[in-house]
């Protein structure tokens, strides 16, 4: 999928209408069917406490899923950013496969102000209709409401991480320029450069030198709206400034190559991936 909705923001300033989203229901978004089902992964609730959950925003309620081991108690933090179809049940089932590692996964419908984009057939309709009109202030605003929810519903904010996957994964680069309590990030074929506006006035190849978290970027070579010139030079930019933050490229990977339920997806280079986030958030005191 090429992920280039940045050419489709319009000068839309956020209208406080309220929320659209007020439940996330099941299943896969719309625009993904079919589901392919042969590879989809079905992670289990047993052992954890899972499902649907309210944070407290500054203009309302924010619907999230949340997924946790189901005894204990202070459990390490991972925020999980949707891709542009927002928490539908592959967002749900990564934040069950993360609470079966022992974390307290939350995955908030961010677009929920704006649309569901669970319904929309069109992938097209989404960017424009929806993931355009999402202010990146916002965004780090909510992911701020979820930590704190996090902090007094048995998480450990001292741990905390974040992940995001395609449009998730760009929020996940701006999110570690953003609060400095994370610990660590890993972004999922994030879209690195783009077009400046009210709305998304900075991009990741603006923050290299701002980032107060270490993060860890996983790409495709063969992404088709990623140019890997500008993966390289976020990656140059990296070493420049001098952390430990880093890219690890896929060579023959298309874009989602993480998403099981579609045909993008590449098991071995999902599956490594996967690993190579779990080895991250240790390093990194998550």
């Given amino acids: 999928m090429n992920n280039d909705f ?63 081991p189901a005894s204990g108690s202070s459990f390490p933090v991972i925020l999980v950013v949707s891709e542009i179809f927002g928490v539908h049940e592959y967002i749900a089932d990564v934040c069950r496969r993360l609470a079966k590692l022992g974390y307290q996964a939350i995955a908030p419908e961010l ?14 309709e989404i960017l424009a209709g929806i993931v355009a009109r999402v202010p990146d202030a916002q965004v780090m605003s909510d992911l701020d409401a979820c930590v704190a929810w996090a902090k007094v519903s048995g998480g450990d904010t001292a741990r905390l991480g974040i992940t995001g996957f395609c449009w998730g994964g760009r929020i996940v680069w701006l999110y570690a320029a953003h609060n400095p309590q994370l610990k660590a990030g ?11 506006s009210d709305l998304t006035p900075k991009h990741p190849a603006d923050l290299a030198a701002s980032l107060k978290a270490p993060v860890l970027g996983l790409y495709g070579g063969a992404d088709q709206g ?3 010139d ?3 030079d976020l990656q140059d930019k990296l070493k420049a400034a001098g952390g430990k933050s880093t890219i690890h490229v896929y060579d023959d990977a298309p874009h989602a190559f993480h998403a099981d339920y579609r045909p993008s997806y590449r098991k071995d280079h999902a599956e490594d991936g996967w690993k190579r986030m779990q080895a991250w958030f240790r390093q990194n005191g998550v």
Wanted: no cysteine; charged share 15%; proline share 4%.
């Fill in 6 to 68: 940045d050419s489709l923001a319009p000068a839309v300033v956020f209208d406080r209408r309220g929320f659209l989203v007020t439940a996330l229901g099941a299943g896969f978004a719309l625009a993904v069917q079919p589901v392919t089902a042969q590879t989809a992964i079905a992670t289990d609730t047993q052992g954890l406490v899972a499902g649907e959950v309210r944070v407290k925003v500054h203009d309302g309620e924010m619907v999230a899923y949340r997924a946790q």
């Fill in 111 to 124: 677009f929920a102000r704006h649309g569901d984009p669970r319904k929309l057939a069109s992938i097209q």
């Fill in 186 to 196: 890993v972004a999922w074929y994030g879209r690195l450069v783009g077009q400046v």
């Fill in 226 to 228: 990623i140019p890997l």
């Fill in 230 to 232: 500008t993966v390289w």
